[in-house]
T-cell receptor, first 111, second 114 residues
Framework: DGGITQSPKYLFRKEGQNVTLSCEQN?????MYWYRQDPGQGLRLIYY???????QKGDIAEGYSVSREKKESFPLTVTSAQKNPTAFYLC??????????FGQGTRLTVV | GNSVTQMEGPVTLSEEAFLTINCTYT??????LFWYVQYPGEGLQLLLK?????DKGSNKGFEATYRKETTSFHLEKGSVQVSDSAVYFC?????????????FGSGTRLQVQP
């Protein structure tokens, strides 16, 4: 079955530690996105990539980094520079005109 | 810039009641409009979409009509069920800014009581 897989489902980070969230898709979509969701709020765009080896900052990119070395993969690293990383992170992919398809999310908690 | 405004929740209804969740938008050009649904602890699922003015998107008894004159895309369902309890997000996608990422509203929680 085609879809988007995010891992892990739950992730715990210590203060000052970098962590990487995985996102893999087998939908053959060119565009991929990372969103952050805080309790009771909508989704805010962190980074997006329209094509392999190219990505752009979204609205809240500070403290995050990404790479797009393969069409299928778009990992997100939450760095120690992100001062309030506890949130629900959602990865999505899209093809023009069809809307975006989302993974099941990763819940990141700072301990 | 682009923005989406949804009615605040929670919306609490009895089973078989009529549902309306209001959504209005601001965008340059001619955006595509979407409704997504999120169940607790899960990602978002695409519920329906409309890509041009006067289009009606529909799925699972839900429907919404793209109204360019009022910049609205209200979600409706004639008879809700307990299983419809979730958070609903209105969103738009516009390529005018060079990026196709979705812009989301803040979400509306629907609670359906038996």
């Amino acid at each position: 079955d085609g879809g988007i897989t995010q891992s892990p489902k739950y992730l715990f980070r210590k203060e000052g530690q970098n962590v990487t969230l995985s996102c893999e898709q087998n939908l053959n979509h060119d565009a991929m996105y990372w969103y952050r969701q805080d309790p009771g709020q909508g989704l805010r765009l962190i980074y997006y990539s329209q094509i392999v080896n190219d990505f752009q900052k979204g609205d809240i990119a500070e403290g995050y980094s990404v790479s797009r070395e393969k069409k299928e993969s778009f990992p997100l690293t939450v760095t120690s520079a992100q001062k309030n990383p506890t949130a629900f992170y959602l990865c999505a992919s899209s093809i023009r005109g069809a809307g975006a398809f989302f993974g099941q999310g990763t819940r990141l908690t700072v301990v | 810039g682009n923005s989406v405004t949804q009615m605040e929740g929670p919306v609490t209804l009895s089973e078989e009641a009529f549902l309306t969740i209001n959504c209005t938008y601001t965008a340059t050009g001619y955006p595509s409009l979407f409704w997504y649904v999120q169940y607790p602890g899960e990602g978002l699922q695409l519920l329906l979409k409309a890509t041009k003015a006067d289009d009606k998107g529909s799925n699972k008894g839900f429907e919404a009509t793209y109204r360019k004159e009022t910049t609205s895309f209200h979600l409706e369902k004639g008879s809700v069920q307990v299983s419809d309890s979730a958070v609903y997000f209105c969103a738009l996608s516009s390529s005018d800014t060079g990026r196709r990422a979705l812009t989301f509203g803040s979400g509306t929680r629907l609670q359906v009581q038996p």
